[in-house]
């Protein structure tokens, strides 16, 4: 007989599940009996227990274990006659009233897959990210490597401008008394950099070797030492030594320590554009298919399964507690975190998900093992030995399946683009490369 499949609402369905106890019994002692072959029981030889005393020590577990696995099959089986998708795990609740008699009587309650319509694509707006890389951009990138190779010369009259490596005392206050962290000598930073506050780099910006100075500064509402966040501090800070940054010629020397073993600066500049071209290739391809999932899925308009969403939100927040561990956080398995702090987008990565394992399915965008080849063959040319990270991903099933999965996304931004309406989106060279 056909199982009587209630909706609740939306995704939630509801079914009843009734188990034989007589089956059960079966199966509980023949259990027992294969237990009792081998169980070793103080003053009894091993397997000539008396079964009474195994259901007393064993029963309880093996009867526990047999009605979950019958009650699991029961579910099954309706699932499968009512040709169902079931998302999540069924929510479980014995039933006393109007039970049949001679069994164990369940609901079950879970939710389904919803029906998932790719949305017209054709009507998806996309902005595909451009970038390009010319001469000026291989000069500024040149510049950055001979700043990580600065070495500094201490200017005794020399005012402090960025770039400097300025070695100062300072002293912090609130309300007139001094706060952890907020004292240091002989403290060393190089001007411009960012590493400090805006105001302390201000503050000392033309300073010179001898001089002192006291000036006001707020910190932001989101500071990491939450005990002076958001509250104002006066600092008295007293410059000790102002160096200059000496940057390397871009000579033969300075080709060789950037592994040109031939010291040639022309090829040396060939090697930097190629890699900055890879970098920007990804970094730009990274946008573009942003791009087509935020249209994807702002278009894929349909209900999720709740039990998806609550399963990667804790997921996320299984990552977070993690990540907190690893910063040395204390406390990291108990501290709070609010499940609304990911609960959007994890129903956003739902949502996409279904979206893009339809869009798959429908369009056969599956990945094909040239293209897993050429993916790992290009990503290993950021090597000294490509063959061999060739081979170790081919060989290596969880990592093939890593890029297999890059392959597919890959393929559903291209089959996007080839139907969307697309825009070509100018992105400057520095804010591509997180430099602007």
């Known amino acids: 007989m056909q199982p009587v499949v209630e909706t609740l609402s939306g995704l939630e369905r509801r079914v009843d599940l009734a188990v034989s106890l007589d089956d059960i019994e079966k199966e509980v002692q023949a259990q027992l009996k294969r237990v009792a072959r081998t169980a070793k029981v103080p003053g009894f030889r091993p397997g000539k227990a008396p079964l009474n005393m195994l259901e007393r020590s064993h029963g309880p577990g093996i009867r526990y274990d047999v009605i979950n696995s019958k009650v699991g099959e029961a579910f099954e089986q309706v699932v499968e006659q009512a040709k169902l998708r079931v998302a999540g795990v069924p929510k479980l609740e014995p039933k006393t009233e109007n039970a049949p ?61 960025d770039g400097d490596r300025v070695k100062l005392d300072f002293t912090g206050k609130i309300d007139g008394v001094a706060f952890e962290g907020g004292t240091a000598e002989d403290f060393t930073f190089v001007a411009g950099q960012g590493r400090m506050l ?4 201000e503050a000392v910006r033309g300073m010179r070797a001898g001089e002192s100075k006291t000036f006001p500064l707020t910190f932001p509402e989101d500071y990491a030492g939450k005990e002076v966040a958001g509250k104002q501090a006066e600092f008295t800070i007293t410059v000790k030594e102002v160096a200059e940054a000496i940057l390397p010629p871009v000579d033969a020397e300075f080709a060789k320590s950037l592994g040109q073993a031939e010291g040639d600066v022309e090829k040396l500049r060939a090697d930097i554009r190629a890699n900055i071209e890879r970098e920007v290739k990804l970094r730009t391809q990274a946008r573009t298919k942003a791009s087509v999932m935020d249209a994807l899925v702002e278009a894929g308009q349909f209900e999720v399964p709740k039990a998806l969403v609550a399963s990667d939100t804790q997921s996320r927040i299984a990552a977070a507690r993690q990540d907190l561990k690893q910063r040395g956080v204390p406390n990291a398995d108990t501290v709070p975190i609010p499940e609304d702090l990911f609960s959007a987008e994890s129903e956003r990565r739902v949502r996409l998900g279904l979206l893009v394992a339809e869009l798959v399915r429908q369009e056969q965008l599956q990945a094909k093992p040239e293209q897993v080849r050429a993916r790992i063959e290009e990503f290993a040319q950021n090597y000294e030995q490509p063959a061999q990270v060739v081979s170790y991903y081919l060989s290596d099933r969880q990592r093939r399946a890593e890029i297999e999965a890059v392959v597919l996304e890959d393929n559903v931004v291209d089959f996007v683009l080839s139907k969307a309406q697309v825009t070509d989106e100018e992105v400057p060279f520095e804010q591509i490369m997180g430099t602007a």
């Open 101 to 161: 008699e001679g069994k164990l009587a369940f609901t079950a309650t879970f939710e389904v897959y919803p029906e998932v319509k790719v949305p017209d694509l054709s009507a998806l707006s996309v902005k595909r990210a451009v970038a390009r890389v010319g001469e000026p951009e291989v000069d500024r990138t040149v510049e950055i490597l001979r700043k990580q190779r600065a070495t500094y010369e201490p200017r005794a009259d020399r005012a402090v401008q």
């Open 198 to 201: 805006p105001e302390f780099e």
